[in-house]
Each structure stands twice: as C-alpha cells, then as structure tokens.
C-alpha cells in the first residue's frame, strides 16, 4: 500500500513547487558577488586601503508569503514531511541572510545556514578548524616539495576550454555544459546551473582539467540536472545552503577519489577555513590578504585577493563578520566519505546512487529512500564514473574501512627510530 494518498502526495508537491519557486529567488552567491573592478582598485592602491563592495538590495517579502504557504501544505508526519518542513526554514533564514548584507547579523545567520570554523564535523568529536589546522600543519611539512610535484599552469582559458568540450560530451551527450571565457570575474573558474565561467587571464593546469570536471561538472552541474528530471520533486535540482555541505563534500570527495585533489589544493581548503576562524577572531581584508600571501597557496596575488573575498563577501571587511561558506568543504568531505564506508558495510549499492538523485543533504537520506522505494522518484541519469562503475569504489572504501580500525599510535611506536 502506498505510504502517501493521491491527496496528500498532490499537498507535498504543491509545497515543493512553492518552495522552489521561493528558493530561485534567493542566489546567495550571485548576490554576494564582487565586481572584478574591486581587485583592481585594492592593487592600484598598493594592497593598503579596504575593499567597500556594493551589493544587490533583494526585496524578500514574496519569498516569505510563499514558505508561509508551502507549510501549511505540509500537515503530517514522515521523512518526506521532515525534509520539505527543513528546506522551508532554510529558505527563510537564506532570505534573513540576504536581507542583512553588509551587518553584524549576516555573520549570525551565516553560521546557522553553514556554521562556522568551530562547529563538529562527522562524529561530533573534532571542529572544522581543528581538521584544517591539522591539514595545514602536515601539507606544510611538504611545501617544496608541493611546490615541485606541483603541474605547470601551462593552459589558457581558451585551452581549458577546448579539453573540457572534449571531455564533457562522453558523460552528458547531447545535454553537455557550455563553457564560457570571460573577463568580467574574479575567481578563476566558476559553475552555474549548465555551464562552467573561466577567467580570460587566468592559466591553468593539466590537473585543473580533472578537477573542473569531476568538481564542477560532473557533481554540481549533474546533481543540478538529475534533480530537475525528478518529476514529483524538481526541487532536488536547487542548490541552497541546507544541501551545501553535503554537495561540496561530494564534490571534493570526487577530486580526491580521481586523483584530482593535489596537496596544494587539499591546503587551499584548510586555508580558507583558517582565515575564516581569524575574521572571526577580528581580522580585516588586509590581514587576510596577507595570510593567503605568506601561507603558500599561491605566488599570485589575484588568487590571494580571491581567497580573502571569499571569506568576507557579504559580511564585514573590517573583521568579525565573515561568510562562513567554505568551512563546510573539509567537514562535508569528512562526512560524505564516512557515509560512503557506512554504505559499503551496509552491502548495498544503491545507498551510494541516492546521492546522486538531485542536490541533497545527507539528513535528507531517510526522506529520499522513502520516495525511492515509493517510486516517485527516479535513478540518476549521470553519475560519475567513480560511482557507476564501483569497482574501485567498493575496493577502496573496504580497504579505508579496516585501515581506520589500525591504531596509529602503535605504528608510530614501531618506527620511533626512524622518525
């Protein structure tokens, strides 16, 4: 017998529809986004002066009448209600985030939607910062020898972009993301819902090649299409903040799992977690400026500039009011990759397909593995290839598993001597 009437599964889509259309009107990244002529005038004054963005004034009283109205379809109780109820209050803390742009309050509810440095990760026992401080501690043991595994960035956008239409039509056919050149962004690379932006000026790696594809393509833009083909729920398509850490980690556990996550790139991440903790702590723009300088992510300065608008970008840039978005990569990568050796104990592959069925939160497993079994939702159409042939997934992954049951403390005792 099926779990939901006709009526009652008519109301939970109803409410995903409201839901969504609340949802597409909050881009929390697009909002917070900085004019490229910022990095310009931080340079022309000598790296001395305090960026002052200008942001996108968002009028939200819509999106509050629509989750207003998405609850009250929600009358009941299963996974499924839970799940639509979370996305709803989400979507109204996003909206009070947006609407406090440029305050103290845009740190507070930042840390609610994302966390922050000092929030536990994976069993509760350890915080992000902790994981990051200890990431950079070991990378930094290796730094020359980083710097001199490190590929040459030898590729053009141009270049970078002739791979990647090379590449992309193997895994999407005739669905394949656009890549766009531009000279009008900050960041090196960046996705959207079916396409990849790269800077004009910027250069790139071979290594960038995999890591654009397996992080941006074939896990963001991917979960972004198979959640759309979700004909019940086509709210699994959006990306928002409740399914961030998750997404990320996924996204990051694929660089790793492809052999795409470089140590430079594994600090990179750790950094910016770090110098989320010292905005907190009080440190302005500048300060954070210079400690992407001298921590070795990188000898140009448009990367350091782009790492320290990243932690600032709607919040304070005088200090104390960071956006706490990437504190969650290292913490989602933690969870994603323990969930993925629960799933192998569990001896059934279909948990590690669930999450590709759209863009979902981990805590929203129990929700979708009822609409699976209840056939109202689909198989994903495109996975990566790591997790459709699982082979070398499974084998890892059973290997991780008895290699976390090894005492590290007894290995060191043997090598003392050589150590």
């Given at each position: ?168 039509p193997r895994y999407f ?171 192998v104990r569990a001896g ?31 198989e994903p159409r495109f ?37």
């Amino acid at each position: 017998m099926p779990h939901f009437s006709d009526t009652e599964l008519s109301r939970l889509e109803e409410a995903s529809a409201l839901l969504l259309k609340a949802e597409v009107q909050l881009p929390v990244l697009k909002t917070l986004v900085w004019e490229r002529s910022l990095a310009d005038e931080f340079f022309r004054k000598k790296e001395k002066y305090l960026p002052a963005p200008e942001y996108q004034k968002l009028d939200v009283s819509t999106v509050r009448e629509q989750i207003a109205s998405a609850r009250k379809l929600v009358v009941g109780s299963s996974p499924v209600h839970e799940w639509l109820l979370r996305f709803a209050d989400t979507t109204a803390l996003t909206a009070d985030l947006l609407s406090s742009i440029g305050t103290a309050d845009f740190y507070k509810y930042s840390c609610t939607l994302y966390g922050s440095s000092n929030t536990p990760i994976a069993d509760g026992k350890r915080t992000a910062i902790e994981l990051a401080k200890r990431i950079d501690s070991l990378l930094s043991e290796f730094d020359k020898g980083c710097i001199r595994l490190e590929p040459p960035e030898i590729l053009t956008a141009e270049n970078l972009r002739t791979e990647l239409e090379a590449r992309l039509p193997r895994y999407f056919g005739s669905e394949v993301p656009e890549i766009r050149v531009s000279a009008d962004m900050s960041s090196k690379a960046a996705a959207g819902r079916d396409y990849i932006r790269l800077r004009a000026d910027a250069t790139f790696s071979d290594l960038d090649v995999t890591q654009l594809l397996q992080h941006e393509a074939l896990i963001h833009i991917a979960t972004g299409k198979n959640g759309r083909l979700q004909k019940h729920f086509p709210l699994l398509g959006e990306a928002y903040p409740g399914n961030a850490r998750t997404q990320e980690g996924l996204a990051v556990f694929a660089e790793f799992i492809s052999g795409a996550l470089d140590p430079h790139r594994f600090k990179r991440l750790a950094d910016r977690v770090i110098a989320i903790d010292m905005a907190e702590q009080g440190a302005n723009f500048i300060e954070l400026y210079q400690y992407f300088r001298d921590s070795g992510a990188s000898d140009n300065p448009n990367d350091a500039f782009e790492s320290a608008y990243r932690v600032v970008r709607g919040g304070l840039v005088e200090g104390r009011g960071p956006f706490t978005k990437d504190s969650v990569y290292l913490g989602g990568l933690v969870e994603v990759h323990s969930y993925l050796r629960a799933a192998v104990r569990a001896g059934d592959a279909a948990f590690i397909r669930l999450l590709f069925i759209g863009k979902i939160d981990l805590g929203d497993l129990e929700a979708m593995k009822l609409l699976h079994d209840e056939n109202l939702i689909i198989e994903p159409r495109f996975i990566p290839p790591w997790a459709n042939d699982l082979r070398y997934l499974l084998s890892y992954l059973a290997y991780s598993t008895f290699l976390n049951e090894i005492n590290l403390q007894d290995v060191n005792i043997r090598y003392k001597n050589l150590f």
